[in-house]
């Protein structure tokens, strides 16, 4: 059957085109465009057309996505190479007004306290100024977006400068910051800026699902451009934004990110800070033998006691910021001096890390990235505790103090740095949370590795041969163990490998990462779960350790039960109490109040539609001129009606003699055409109706400039007349008369936009499930259903309370975790089977109107979300 349809359909669109060649036969060649015609003529005009063209398809390959992706990347790797440059030029300025006052402590103090505060006041108060949506990480808020919440000002240019231009500032001044987070949000920003210039040529840049897939890879080339980790930052940028990640985007994140990362190492060289491309802090541990067996529970000790410190910091972080909002005194005092915050905190720091005073007993006067580089060193600094018996050299002097020894150098720096960068990310800054907590890994690791070369002075022995401890091997896993514990990601493992450039120590990272992980997961939740929570970004949180209970716990046991509805046959009073008594986004639609079958969701906004379209004041007009009309219409003069038919057939002479006829009827007399033209609920204006009539006229015939003027200025004073005339014929009371009868009507959703398929669950579904689809779909709501019939509602509020414990909102039924465990016929029983019986029957002789259940009546009977 589909085989002769395809022949004849295309026996026939060749015979339509032979005919249509015949019709024009006549007709001369179609001309060139005419941007080629100026190419035609001369000798190179092959060349030229041909370069035209060849323009032209490069233009149409714009489109592409690896093409979208190297420009991304290509874009980031400039940016952040920029600003690595501008950050240490800032740093060694620091450093150069520091060493050029040494005659004077109290100037130096002066200079290393004044020049960091500087720049942390000018990033906050030029963010608060530009976009306020630049402060902080921006990962918090990428992971809600990608889960399809939209978030405003966050990926405009404006947000864009103001947060380059600010975490340069903030990052130049040499405070426990990092940069990793907020280069995600930049590439997503970057993404988000070149999806929009690209949409010049084509629209499908415009698209959302095709953005938020750009936005995905995005994530990745800001971490790998961030750390020259192309595959770490792939792996980096999945673990932290997405719950669920789409394999098709895998290969455009590490397209994006290794082309990052390599132009990124590329203009290194480039600019003679290396000589080939190498890891940004190359180890060189020994190969052969990198660690011994019985090293083995000391790195897990390292991942254990990470997953404990991750843990605190994520705590006190939160604590920090909830202290300074519930303290109504303090929080109106810095709403006032948004600026004495960031201020006072970077004097205290500054104060505390200035190297003669505090700062040499914690190598005060080291960046983050000497700071690493010396504690991945391959040689031990201290054998039996000792600190004379280790020649220090170049930066390494400054972990060296006369009067202590490098481990208590080293729990200083632990101690310190650590309350200091919770402190640090709190301030109104963009600002990240993985370097400083990367570099205190790296101490604690350094402390730990410190500590085994010194209880084994001569190594671990074998048989043969003896190896010595490499406490630097002990660094590199307490880096990847801290972080990965603080961000609850385990692909801090092999961004540690990209970073060092080598892999020996592969063993020893992972056990310490998934060691911490499983501490700090059962604990607390990762830093950027915490902004969430205290930011009250819409996001649902994982289900954690022990998620197995949740099996037990259903939809049934969580569900919103006494939700407000519209039905089919309800009244205008009916949706405006609606309207009143809840603020749900998306109201269920059911048959009636008695059987509770789900027809449909609406839209809030169209129920405001409805209800303000009819009691409008256009409608309250057109009922009132219907009301004058049938009381005055034996009083239309014979005149009025020649008005009426001289203006509708628009004859060639101008309707001068209408004027001379009264006005009134032919304003009484017009609108009785299109009062039963419009749909109830047609917001059309009276000065519209009369319009549409009188230019339907016009277009009959070819009328002069002068004659179109008048009928427009008729028109104008026809509708101003009638507004004047009409308007004020009733009193308030007679309104509110007119506004109750209206209300009393039966809502015509006719005009209203109705989704027939909203997403549903059934009552028994478990909370395992309901979560998995709710991450999957990214839903903020579902409606629950049994046997087709509404029972209930479920939001991300109730799952997300569910989740943590805390179900507690009014009309959540609680449960214990085992109350679902019910007799396996439970769900089968008499009374379901007979309900269901019963409304077959009667749906087989009062069936659902089309409109209403375009899906028909076995829709209703199948659970939808499963």
């Not at 990198?290 to 705590?315: C, K, T």
């Not at 501490?519 to 994982?542: G, N």
């Not at 009134?664 to 419009?678: F, H, N, Q, Y």
């Not at 579902?782 to 029972?791: D, E, H, K, N, Y």
């Amino acid at each position: 059957m589909y085989g002769r349809y395809t022949q004849d359909l295309g026996t026939f669109a060749k015979d339509e085109a032979a005919r249509l060649r015949l019709q024009e036969g006549d007709t001369p060649r179609p001309r060139r465009p005419s941007e080629l015609l100026e190419y035609t003529q001369g000798r190179c005009a092959p060349c030229r057309v041909c370069a035209l063209q060849c323009q032209r398809f490069l233009i149409s390959k714009v489109g592409e996505d690896w093409v979208f992706l190297i420009l991304l990347g290509l874009v980031m790797a400039l940016v952040s190479w920029a600003m690595d440059f501008a950050i240490a030029t800032c740093l060694q300025a620091q450093k150069w007004m520091y060493g050029g006052l040494d005659t004077n402590v109290l100037l130096q103090y002066m200079a290393w306290v004044t020049y960091p505060t500087v720049l942390i006041t000018f990033s906050a108060g030029f963010t608060q100024i530009l976009a306020p949506q630049a402060v902080g990480s921006g990962i918090p808020e990428m992971k809600t977006i990608l889960r399809g919440v939209v978030l405003k000002e966050y990926l405009t240019l404006k947000t864009f400068v103001a947060k380059v231009i600010g975490l340069t500032c903030a990052l130049g001044s040499g405070m426990p910051l990092g940069k990793e987070g907020p280069f995600v949000h930049i590439a997503s920003m970057c993404a988000a800026l070149l999806s929009r210039f690209l949409s010049l040529f084509g629209g499908f840049y415009e698209n959302e699902a095709r953005n938020i897939e750009m936005l995905a890879a995005a994530c990745a080339v800001g971490v790998g451009c961030c750390f020259a980790a192309p595959i770490g930052g792939v792996l980096f940028s999945i673990e932290v934004t997405s719950t669920f990640f789409a394999v098709r985007n895998y290969w455009r994140g590490f397209l994006a990110a290794t082309f990052s990362a390599f132009i990124f190492r590329v203009l290194a060289v480039w600019n003679k800070d290396e000589e080939t491309i190498t890891a940004l802090f190359k180890t060189r541990f020994r190969l052969d033998f990198p660690f011994d067996l019985q090293e083995l529970p000391a790195f897990a000790v390292i991942g254990i006691a990470s997953g404990f410190g991750g843990a605190l910091f994520v705590y006190l972080n939160r604590k920090i910021v909830q202290f300074m909002r519930r303290q109504k005194t303090i929080n109106r005092f810095l709403m006032k001096k948004r600026l004495l915050f960031p201020a006072l905190v970077t004097l205290i720091i500054s104060t505390l890390t200035f190297p003669p005073g505090f700062g040499q007993f914690m190598a005060g006067q080291l960046t983050q990235k000497d700071t690493l580089v010396t504690l991945f060193d391959n040689q031990t600094w201290a054998k039996q505790g000792l600190s004379d018996e280790f020649e220090y050299l170049g930066i390494l002097e400054a972990w060296r103090h006369p009067r202590s020894n490098v481990f208590v150098t080293l729990v200083v720096f632990i101690l310190m740095k650590f309350w200091m960068s919770a402190l640090a990310t709190t301030i109104p800054v963009p600002c990240g949370a993985f370097m400083p907590v990367f570099v205190i890994g790296a101490a604690f690791g350094r402390l730990v590795g410190e500590s085994m070369a010194a209880w084994f002075p001569d190594g671990i022995h074998t048989e043969s041969n003896t190896y010595r401890i490499v406490p630097g091997g002990y660094a590199v896993v307490g880096a990847a163990a801290l972080s990965g514990a603080v961000t609850h990601t385990v692909s801090t493992a092999v961004i540690v490998f990209e970073l060092t450039g080598q892999i020996s120590h592969i063993l020893p990272v992972m056990i310490a990462v998934i060691l911490a992980n499983a501490v700090a997961q059962s604990l607390q939740p990762s830093l950027y779960d915490s902004i969430i929570r205290i930011k009250k970004l819409p996001y649902l949180p994982e289900l954690g350790w022990g998620h197995h209970e949740k099996y037990n716990v259903r939809v049934e046991d969580i569900m919103v039960r006494d939700i407000r509805y519209v039905t089919l046959n309800c009244r205008y009073r009916d949706l405006q109490q609606v309207l009143h008594s809840t603020k749900m986004k998306n109201l269920p639609l059911v048959e009636s109040a008695e059987s509770m079958i789900l027809l449909g969701s609406i839209e809030r906004a169209q129920v405001g539609a409805l209800l303000s379209n009819q009691l409008s004041p256009q409608r309250r007009l057109l009922t009132l001129r219907q009301k004058v009309l049938s009381e005055d219409g034996h009083r239309l003069s014979d005149s009025s009606i020649r008005f009426q038919i001289s203006t509708e057939a628009s004859s060639g002479s101008p309707a001068r003699p209408a004027l001379r006829k009264p006005l009134k009827p032919a304003l009484k007399r017009v609108p009785s055409s299109p009062a039963d033209s419009p749909p109830a609920g047609a917001a059309d204006h009276t000065g519209i109706a009369l319009k549409s009539l009188f230019c339907a006229n016009s277009t009959a015939e070819p009328t002069e400039a002068q004659g179109t003027a008048y009928h427009k200025a008729k028109r104008v004073r026809i509708s101003i007349v009638e507004e004047m005339v009409l308007g004020d014929k009733m009193t308030p009371a007679e309104i509110l008369e007119w506004e109750e009868q209206q209300l009393d009507q039966l809502v015509d959703f006719s005009s209203a936009k109705i989704d027939p398929a909203p997403f549903q669950l059934v009552e028994h579904t478990s909370l395992h499930k309901t979560h998995t689809i709710f991450s999957l779909l990214g839903l903020d709501h579902a409606f629950v259903t049994s046997i087709g019939r509404l029972v209930g509602m479920v939001s991300l509020k109730e799952l997300r309370k569910a989740i943590e414990g805390s179900v507690t909102a009014k009309g959540v039924k609680v449960r214990p975790p085992l109350a679902s465990f019910r007799d396996s016929t439970a769900s089968t029983s008499d009374a379901d089977t007979t309900a269901l019986r019963q409304l077959w029957d009667r749906h087989q002789h009062h069936p659902m109107p089309r409109e209403a259940s375009p899906g028909g009546d076995d829709d209703d009977d199948t659970p939808k979300g499963q």
